[in-house]
């Protein structure tokens, strides 16, 4: 067990013969008591302040644990993010290419149109070519051909029997 100030204090010593000065003694004594008090105040302080301390480590343990629960969640929630995004662009990226896909095919299909427009379109022309050429052929053979001179003389033949059958 261990001494209080007040046993200290309180402590007699038997009186023999050649023993020590009293008041020595006593001060002595007093002085340790007083000593010993502070060192026990002392230590009840900074056993208050180590539990105050405790607490406030604690405290911040907990804290501690918080943050490293809220970062372990933030780069769960980024990659979840990137996972997303990831998802997201090859989506974007796979529309992209059925659009491509389908812009080419309509381009095809109007560009074999547009040919097919142009071979009708040449073949009409090759037709009405065809057509012109007989037509002007066919023209400069009645123009070649002496038979429509017959015709004027006959249409003069004609006009001066007609003038002779008026006059008449």
Not at 41 to 64: A, F, G, P, R, W
Not at 66 to 72: D, E, G, N, S
């Amino acid at each position: 067990m261990a001494l209080t100030p007040l046993d200290i204090q309180n402590k007699e010593f038997s009186v023999v013969l050649r023993g020590f000065n009293r008041e020595e003694v006593d001060e002595f004594l007093e002085r340790i008591t007083r000593d010993y008090e502070e060192i026990i105040k002392e230590n009840v302080s900074l056993k208050d302040k180590v539990e105050s301390l405790e607490e406030q480590m604690t405290h911040y343990k907990k804290i501690e644990e918080t943050l490293q629960k809220a970062i372990v969640v933030a780069q769960d929630t980024a990659e979840e993010v990137k996972r997303n995004a990831s998802k997201e662009a090859e989506l974007i990226r796979k529309e992209a290419e059925k659009d491509a896909t389908r812009i080419i095919e309509d381009s095809r299909y109007k560009a074999s149109r547009i040919l097919a427009e142009h071979e009708e379109l040449h073949k009409q022309a090759q037709a009405f070519k065809l057509r012109l050429r007989s037509l002007v052929e066919a023209q400069l053979s009645a123009l070649e051909a002496e038979s429509w001179m017959d015709l004027e003389y006959n249409e003069e033949d004609n006009t001066e029997e007609e003038k002779e059958d008026k006059s008449a």
